[in-house]
């Protein structure tokens, strides 16, 4: 999506350790328009497979999750980190890694909503390694509901959680497919 | 606000602990629809105040914050609940307690993002105790930035925090507010 790529270019920083800082538009500000731009480029791609719920995690795919189901007239289920007091036991839960943050966590979503009968879009503003989608696919697994696809917003395509999930069969649409990137050599996406 | 406080009745559930349960359309599945009519009431009563930024804390407010901000034009900014090796140290920064969840941290959020000239509208989902909403004011007194309120989608009126804010002169804009609740009496409203 070149518009995508544009902002990318212009707003991305890249940094020492393979980060991408896109924390002025995407997660962390969110430039609230430009994502419902990108919700409805999501929108035009899965129109047509059924959706009824979307499926991200907290915190940084909430904001493009809601923006992007207004189009779909569909919930949004975000997957916790962990255990709150709040959530109860009657859950669904699937391992994670984060590399963006070094740290193991458990990925929980409560039985009442998500369960057979779904069809899921999983929604995220990046995909790396795929921990958090495999972690994602775990749950809809768990709950029996089908997945129709993926909705990434940035892809580092060097990495690879993108072949894995492709190699799975599931359908992966990013926005955005970063080739290869450094803090001297600048962003190249994909063509 | 009666459309959320029949929302509430209906799906809310009440624990010990003084627990209101509303993950079913507000801070685990999110009902975009319903949200959206909710942000534009918050659009309503501010909607004379010159907001440019909405700022909210990860991860419950993200949902109703960047619902809300597409009727102001402005966008989110959401604070971080510890630092992360992504964010940098050019923060704001002010201790929070979570009483749901027992734990203490610091928000944060980029000096990149938030600063003199910012008119804030604060927004979460719930206020209880107040400790979030305070450490927000902190970051914006910390940034310079005027806030021009604050927005919950419910207040827990028999607690402190909406008293303590509206105290320091801060409009408090709450769409449901809880007089008292319990497992065996159910919920009542504020008139």
């Not at 990318?8 to 430009?34: A, E, T, W």
């Not at 999501?42 to 009824?52: A, I, K, P, Q």
Request: glycine share 10%; proline share 1%.
């Amino acid at each position: 999506m070149q518009l995508l790529e544009e902002r990318i270019r212009r707003d991305g920083k890249v940094y020492d350790g393979d980060v991408l800082k896109v924390d002025s538009f995407l997660n962390h500000q969110i430039d609230v328009g430009f994502l419902c731009t990108l919700g409805k480029e999501f929108y035009r791609l899965y129109r047509d497979s059924g959706v009824n719920k979307i499926l991200t995690v907290e915190a940084s795919g909430i904001g493009v999750a809601c923006l992007t189901a207004q189009y779909f007239g569909c919930p949004v289920v975000f997957a916790k980190k962990s255990k709150t007091s709040n959530i109860g036991t009657d859950v669904w839960s699937a391992a994670a890694h984060s590399y963006t943050h070094g740290t193991d966590h458990t990925l929980v979503v409560s039985k009442s909503y998500l369960g057979a009968g779904d069809r899921v879009l999983i929604l995220d503003d990046f995909l790396a390694n795929g921990c958090a989608a495999k972690a994602m696919l775990a749950l809809c697994a768990q709950a029996g509901a089908q997945v129709v696809g993926a909705g990434i917003v940035i892809e580092k395509a060097y990495q690879k959680g993108g072949d894995d999930l492709r190699a799975l069969g599931l359908r992966v649409e990013s926005l955005a497919r970063v080739a290869s990137m450094s803090p001297t050599e600048g962003i190249r996406f994909c063509d």
